[in-house]
């Protein structure tokens, strides 16, 4: 199904990042050096062939050019959108029928390339999932 996008002119406070390709790359190892030996992150974080989408509170959240911020959306709030856009269709009509069709929430609707991540992946950022993350990209 494709979407319209608009601007969101009231966009909802960042709540994790979204970065694609060679930005998802550059994130991971920039989560990387920042772990440094500690042991706890505040954030948590999923990834998929292509894509490294980090959650937390919005000063914990990594930045680098490529990453963009995303948060749940009031009027939908098992539906991530990016924090700048929003789908021209009304929120939680739309919130709803996706969370009826995949079963899953929250679930990150990213408008290009339109994809549907689910978010209920994301762990404790540590050591452990980037290098399974790092792991999953060498061999892909």
Known sequence: MALDWIDDEAPPAPQGVIA??????????????SLDGATASPLRATAHHDALVVLGAADALPWLDGVRY????????MLW??????????????GAAMLRRHARSPLLLWPAPAQLVPLDRARPVDATLLSRIAEHWSTA
């Open 20 to 33: 694609l390709g060679d930005d998802a790359r550059a994130l991971l190892a920039r989560l990387q050096r």
């Open 81 to 94: 959108l990016p924090t700048h856009q929003r789908p021209t269709l009304p929120l939680d009509l739309l």
């Open 70 to 77: 995303i948060a749940p959306h009031p009027d939908a709030p």
